[in-house]
Nanobody, 117 residues
C-alpha cells in the first residue's frame, strides 16, 4: 500500500500562482504515472497533468501553457506549479499514482484550490 500526501493548496486571486506537492510513502519500481487530477463541485474528475518516471508528460487542455508538472523520483514527489490561475481552476486537486505492471492506482486525500475573481 502507498499513501500519497498532498500539500500547497489554498486560496488565491485570479492571475496568481500556487504550487502543489505530493509525496508518496515509498518508492515503487517499474513504469508508473504520477500526477494530478481535479474535481469541481458537480463535475467529473478530470486530468490536470501526469508525468512518467522518465519525464513523459500529459496535460489537460484547459491548463496547457499555465501549469507545469515536475517530478523528483528520488524523493518520490511530484509538483504542480500553477500560474495565471483562473476562477474555473477552483477544485479539489487529487494526487494520483498509477502503475501498469504491476497494476495499481492510488489517490491522495485531496487539497482544495480556490481562485477568486
Amino acid at each position: 500500500q502507498v499513501q500519497l500526501v498532498e500539500s500547497g493548496g489554498g486560496m488565491v486571486q485570479a492571475g496568481g500562482s500556487l504550487r502543489l506537492s505530493c509525496v508518496a510513502s515509498r518508492v515503487i519500481s517499474g513504469f508508473n504515472l504520477m500526477g494530478w487530477y481535479r474535481q469541481a463541485p458537480g463535475k467529473q474528475r478530470e486530468l490536470v497533468a501526469v508525468m512518467s518516471g522518465g519525464g513523459i508528460t500529459d496535460y489537460g487542455e484547459s491548463v496547457k501553457g499555465r501549469f507545469t508538472i515536475s517530478r523528483d523520483n528520488v524523493k518520490s514527489t511530484v509538483y504542480l506549479q500553477m500560474n495565471s490561475l483562473k476562477p474555473e481552476d477552483t477544485a479539489v486537486y487529487y494526487c494520483n499514482l498509477k502503475g501498469v505492471r504491476p497494476s495499481y492506482n492510488y489517490w491522495g486525500q485531496g487539497t482544495q484550490v480556490t481562485v477568486s475573481s
